[in-house]
């Protein structure tokens, strides 16, 4: 039981070009998040999924796009990177809204 | 906009003592209170959480405490061990035609052996 499992755990892009961070779990857990977390403000909501084939934005959604075709996966788009966008990410799954959450190991993302 | 401000930002400890943390919260809406623990390059993990028609909650030596007049609401750790020295997150959710959550912005907990 891997719980959920966040791909790259790390990467280097230079501005301008694109990437797509994988989120999977296998807890059949409805609802998955996307945060990132940069030094000194904790973590911030991108973008979450109540279901598959449904996504809604969060605090902090401009320049990121996200997919659920699948209810194990989570994909997280970058279409331009910019170095703002340097941060670790981290993907999340709950079995409901307002429950515990569960982390993945995080993807530390340099954009320079 | 919303909010979640927490304190102390870092506090230090002696083995066996007690901690709290507090924090404050902006949105009177917010009715689910999460506390994380990440420790050095980990993931976040959930120690604690308290719903909106709670008081109080504990778990060992793991407390949290919610005042929603105040909008304010805690974390106790009594009898501090080295292993409890990590990164402490709170956070505040609600779920109103819409899922959002603000955390605060950690409290690095020290505590000295």
């Known amino acids: 039981n891997a719980g959920v499992t966040q791909t790259p755990k790390f990467r280097v892009l230079k501005t301008g070009q694109s990437m797509t961070l994988l989120c999977a779990q296998d807890?059949?857990?409805?609802?998955m998040y996307w945060y990132r977390q940069d030094p000194g403000m904790g973590l911030r909501l991108i973008h979450y999924s109540v279901g598959e084939g449904t996504t809604a934005k969060g605090e902090v959604p401009d320049g990121y796009n996200v997919s659920r075709l699948k209810k194990q996966n989570f994909l997280l788009g970058l279409e331009s990177a910019a170095p703002s966008q340097t941060s670790v990410y981290f993907c999340?799954?709950?079995?409901?809204?307002?429950?515990?959450?569960?982390f993945g190991q995080g993807t530390r993302l340099t954009v320079v | 906009g919303e909010n979640v401000e927490q304190h102390p930002s870092t506090l230090s400890v002696q083995e066996g003592d007690s901690a709290v943390i507090k924090c404050t919260y902006s949105d009177s809406a917010s009715n689910y209170f999460p506390w994380y623990k990440q420790e050095l390059g980990k993931r976040p993990q959930l120690i604690i959480d308290?719903?909106?028609?709670?008081g109080e909650k504990k778990d060992q030596r793991i407390a949290v405490t919610l005042n929603k007049t105040a909008k304010h609401f805690s974390l106790h750790i009594t009898e501090t061990q080295p292993e409890d020295s990590a990164v402490y997150f709170c956070a505040a959710s609600k779920w109103t035609g819409g899922f959002k959550t603000i955390f605060g912005a950690g409290t690095r907990l020290f505590v000295k052996a």
């Open positions: 999340a799954s709950s079995s409901s809204l307002n429950t515990e959450a569960f």
């Open positions: 807890m059949n857990h409805e609802y």
């Open positions: 308290i719903r909106s028609n709670v």
